[in-house]
C-alpha cells in the first residue's frame, strides 16, 4: 500500500494548494519506507490553517520545497504506483487527489488522469462508512482512530496522518471478511458508488432542511474535475 496525505492552504480543494505531504510505503501491514516534508505554497497561508497543522509562512518558506516540484514529484510516485496497482491509502482522498490533479494540471500542463493513473484507491472513510453504516459518531480520522484503537501521534502531521489511515484500513479489514474478501480494484470501483449514494443522502437532508443543494462535484469520487458539470 501507498499512504498519501496533504496538510494544505484551506479546504477548497480547488484553489487551495498543499504545504506538506507524505507518501508512506506499507508492506504487509508494515512500514517500509516514507517520504514526507514541507511545501513552499507560493502564498500566504491563513493563520486558520496554521492553528490546524502548526505550519508557518516562515517554515514553509524557508524549509519547503518549490510547489511545482513537489506537485511533480508527488505525481511521478502516484502514477508509478498505480502502474503497479498499487493501491493508494489515506482519508478523503478525493480531497487530496483531486487538489493534485488541479494543481498538476495547473503547474505542469497535465494531470495524473491525463497521465494514466487509475487507482486503485482504498479510502478509509468510505469504506468504513459502507462496511459499518449503522454506528453513530463522527467519522474524522481522529474519531476512526479511536473506534479501531489505533494511535494516530501527531495529528495533522501529513506522515503520522498518512500512517494513522494505513492502520486504520487494516484494523477495518482485520474485522471485516467481507472487506477482506474484495481486491483492490473491485473496491476502487465499488468506493465510486458507495460515495455517490452517501453524497446524495447528504444533499437530500440538505434540501429537506432548506438548505442549497451540493456543489455537483460533491458526487465525483476520488478526482473531481475543477469545473462543475453543467446541469
Not at 472513510?125 to 474519531?143: E, I, K, Q, S
Amino acid at each position: 500500500m501507498l499512504g498519501f496525505d496533504f496538510e494544505t492552504t484551506g479546504i477548497d480543494r480547488f484553489n487551495d494548494v498543499p504545504v506538506s505531504y507524505a507518501l508512506v510505503y506499507a508492506v504487509d501491514e508494515r512500514i517500509r519506507v516514507s517520504w514526507s516534508g514541507l511545501i513552499d505554497p507560493g502564498r500566504d497561508i491563513p493563520q486558520e490553517a496554521t492553528a490546524v497543522h502548526g505550519i508557518t509562512n516562515v517554515r514553509a518558506r524557508n524549509e519547503g520545497m518549490p510547489l511545482r516540484q513537489a506537485i511533480a514529484l508527488i505525481s511521478d510516485v502516484i502514477v508509478s504506483a498505480s502502474r503497479r496497482s498499487v493501491p493508494l491509502v489515506g482519508m478523503q482522498l478525493d480531497y487530496d487527489l483531486t487538489m493534485l490533479e488541479t494543481q498538476a494540471q495547473r503547474l505542469l500542463g497535465r494531470g495524473i488522469v491525463e497521465r494514466g493513473w487509475c487507482g486503485p484507491v482504498l479510502d478509509a472513510v468510505v469504506l468504513d462508512r459502507h462496511f459499518d453504516p449503522a454506528r453513530d459518531g463522527r467519522r474524522t480520522l481522529g474519531a476512526l482512530c479511536n473506534h479501531y484503537g489505533v494511535d494516530i501521534g501527531n495529528a495533522h502531521d501529513a506522515r503520522a496522518d498518512a500512517i494513522a489511515s494505513i492502520n486504520v484500513l487494516v484494523a477495518l479489514a482485520a474485522g471485516c471478511s467481507e472487506l477482506r474478501a474484495r481486491d483492490p480494484s473491485w473496491l476502487h470501483r465499488a468506493q465510486i458508488d458507495w460515495h455517490r449514494q452517501w453524497v446524495r443522502l447528504c444533499e437530500e437532508r440538505r434540501l429537506s432542511e432548506g438548505l442549497i443543494a451540493l456543489d455537483p462535484r460533491e458526487y465525483a469520487w476520488p478526482v473531481a474535475p475543477p469545473v462543475a458539470p453543467a446541469a
